[in-house]
T-cell receptor, first 115, second 116 residues
Framework: AQKVTQAQTEISVVEKEDVTLDCVYE???????LFWYKQPPSGELVFLIR??????QNEISGRYSWNFQKSTSSFNFTITASQVVDSAVYFC????????????FGIGTKLQVIP | DTGVSQNPRHKITKRGQNVTFRCDPI?????LYWYRQTLGQGPEFLTY????????KSRLLSDRFSAERPKGSFSTLEIQRTEQGDSAMYLC??????????????FGPGTRLTVL
């Protein structure tokens, strides 16, 4: 079975601070996908990024960056110079290769950016 | 709008009543998924359809829950004899069935159920 752990349930930062959201995953499979989703107060899930287990390169997209380390089974997400619009719940998730690719989500980290 | 749509967006019902939700996937997607998200939790997988066939059901899907996808297009999720513990956001997602690689799941806006 797969498991995704997000130990930080709530984080508050002041606008323009950097913030890192932690994610640790467990799976016995060697091939899998990892994701981050954003869920704003409106409720819909917004896809942010997908990485596959073969690719440990870090990725940067604007103010967002992701650090994938297989050795520690972690896939952390950093927001640089946070903005109020970043306030949301962020979910880390995992899906196996093949099959119907059910997504297993973590519990989520609620980020509040204070102006 | 060509995304996944769900109706209704909100439903309030009394305990013991039956409710039905609808999901319209992206038109060319033949895979359809239902997830449930309770307050303070991440979405949890409920069931999966490949076209009209229901191929996987989670243990979370008790016998009061039934899902259908009669023509391989839209899907319905019915909850009979609702209980307060059924209060949650019910999310639908769809994906294509391409060969190889990842078939991204696109999520709908969800139906928020409140059982009084």
């Amino acid at each position: 079975a797969q498991k995704v752990t997000q130990a930080q349930t709530e984080i508050s930062v002041v606008e323009k601070e950097d913030v890192t959201l932690d994610c640790v995953y467990e799976t016995r499979d060697t091939t899998y996908y990892l994701f981050w989703y954003k869920q704003p107060p409106s409720g819909e899930l917004v896809f942010l990024i997908r990485r596959n287990s073969f690719d440990e390169q870090n990725e940067i997209s604007g103010r967002y960056s992701w650090n994938f380390q297989k050795s520690t089974s972690s896939f952390n997400f950093t927001i640089t110079a946070s903005q109020v619009v970043d306030s949301a719940v962020y979910f880390c998730a995992l899906s196996l290769f093949g099959g119907y690719q059910k997504v297993t989500f973590g519990i989520g980290t609620k980020l509040q950016v204070i102006p | 709008d060509t995304g996944v749509s769900q109706n209704p967006r909100h439903k309030i019902t009394k305990r013991g009543q039956n409710v039905t939700f609808r999901c319209d996937p992206i038109s060319e997607h033949n895979r359809l998924y239902w997830y449930r998200q309770t307050l303070g939790q991440g979405p949890e997988f409920l069931t999966y359809f490949q076209n009209e066939a229901q191929l996987e059901k989670s243990r979370l899907l008790s016998d009061r829950f039934s899902a259908e996808r009669p023509k391989g297009s839209f899907s319905t999720l019915e909850i009979q004899r609702t209980e307060q513990g059924d209060s949650a956001m019910y999310l639908c997602a769809s994906s294509s069935d391409g060969t190889g690689g990842y078939n991204e799941q696109f999520f709908g806006p969800g139906t928020r159920l409140t059982v009084l």
